[in-house]
């Protein structure tokens, strides 16, 4: 499971932007294509928080739908089911706008 990984990377951002403050909130985007499963994500931080600036915060996972952008005809769609040909003109020169990402949106900190 690379969400391990994902957490870890996450954590020490966490520290390193918190300024050693404690955290109440930690919010992120997934894209649907990326890759990262959110149960398996908030598993990994629950698990790994411990001892960290994270220690009681809480975890809100933001799903990023998958976007594209047709060549052809230039629109841009929202697409499911992981078909990538445009909803508009069926073309199949399209180009992924998001979905794929993943980041840390925004901190919460405790008040002091």
Known sequence: MHEFTIVQSMLDLCKKHSKGKEVDR????IGKMSGIEPHFLKESFNAFKEDTVCKDAL?????IDIT?????CQTKSKIEDY?????KCNSGDTKVLSGQEMHIQY????EE
């Open 26 to 29: 930690v919010v992120v985007d």
């Open 59 to 63: 975890l809100d996972i933001n799903l």
């Open 68 to 72: 594209i952008l047709c060549n052809k």
């Open 83 to 87: 078909n990538f040909f445009c909803p």
């Open 107 to 110: 901190l919460e900190l405790k």
